[in-house]
């Protein structure tokens, strides 16, 4: 079979992606038009014509942006369904999925809606696709602690009603100047309460962000992670421990993580022994979807299919529960 092909087969997860980053600019227009949202934009070209990033804030700026057209249950429930529709072509077999309703709950967005959108897509879509699924909620590094704190509150006593589903807890949005440690409090107490722990670090922060994530927050994923390579001690123990990398190549080339995707050292990692996984994190706005990044990555970084395999399977392996050596 072609490349194609070969990928689009291989039993895949997707385990870093924000759904909404998901969010194409046609929907976006939809919904504007349905809750009677104005938005700063003609039509959807001009939406889609500003999609032009220098940096993660440049990208953060238009991503809040989109979605503010995001108000009821099903703005949330279409946008996760257009999201699980796309990946389902792509052989994705599961999905952990991040969500910041604090994105939402600061324009007045009751967070019951919010959980429950995105939850009926998810197990819609494992009952007519297969798709198993998971969510995991993130705290947005620009905002306080105790923001944290309150958003952790009013999300807990939906945690029954969304056992099935809510697994995780993650920390996004502006990385440098928002240390790990920033969350070292509301993280153990999201530990006690046994979620599984991940968070973003080493995008565009420093490699001792990396380490702030493992020894303050006690993470069992690291969402990016590229720049661990500057510190050679951190990637042999990243290498001892199999902890997990979630990188995303499309979003590194279109936030200027790397300039080049031949320069991308996401091969180098894998070589080093690490669980690299190839992830999209925003496909609406860095131009694709899993199966996109799994090709771009092949091609300009010349991967074999034992590599592509080895790919595949440790976004396999990687999904909660992960399994983590100690020390
Ligand atoms: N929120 C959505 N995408 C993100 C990214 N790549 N880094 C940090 N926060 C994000
Ligand atoms: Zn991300």
Not at 291 to 309: F, I, T
Request: proline share 5%; charged share 25%.
């Amino acid at each position: 079979p072609d490349r194609l092909t070969f990928i689009r087969q291989l039993p895949k997860a997707e385990l870093h992606v924000h759904i909404e980053g998901t969010l194409e600019p046609d929907l976006i227009f939809r919904l504007a038009q349905r809750n009677g949202v104005t938005l700063p934009y003609a039509d959807v070209d001009a939406l889609r014509a500003a999609y032009q990033f220098t940096n993660l804030q440049s990208f953060l700026d238009l991503y809040y942006a989109g979605a503010a057209v995001l108000l009821t249950e099903q703005d949330f429930y279409d946008m996760t369904m257009a999201y699980l529709t796309r990946i389902a072509q792509d052989g994705v077999v599961h999905t952990e999925i991040m969500f910041d309703p604090q994105t939402h709950t600061e324009r007045g967005v009751p967070i019951a809606d919010v959980f429950a959108g995105i939850a009926r897509a998810l197990r819609e879509g494992k009952a007519k696709w297969g798709i198993t699924s998971c969510l995991i909620m993130s705290f947005l590094r620009h905002l306080s602690e105790q923001a944290a704190f309150d958003t952790l509150d009013e999300a807990l006593p939906l945690r029954a009603d969304y056992a099935d589903v809510w697994l995780g807890i993650g920390l996004d949005s502006g990385e440098q100047g928002n240390p790990p440690e920033k969350f070292e409090r509301v993280y153990a107490r999201c530990r006690e309460l046994g979620f599984y722990l991940v968070a973003h670090a080493g995008e565009e922060g420093p490699a001792d962000y990396v380490s702030g994530a493992l020894d303050k927050l006690n993470v069992i994923r690291i969402d990016h992670g590229v720049r661990s390579e500057e510190d050679p001690a951190l990637v042999a123990r990243l290498a001892a421990r199999r902890i997990p990398l979630t990188v995303c190549p499309l979003s590194n080339l279109k936030l200027k993580v790397v300039n080049d995707m031949r320069e991308h050292n996401l091969k180098r990692l894998l070589d080093q022994g690490l669980c690299v996984t190839i992830n999209s994190d925003d496909p609406a706005y860095f131009g694709g979807y899993l199966l996109d990044n799994y090709v771009a990555v092949a091609q300009a970084l010349d991967l074999d299919d034992e590599d592509l395999v080895k790919l595949a399977r440790n976004s396999m392996d990687a999904r909660f529960p992960v399994f983590v050596s100690q020390s």
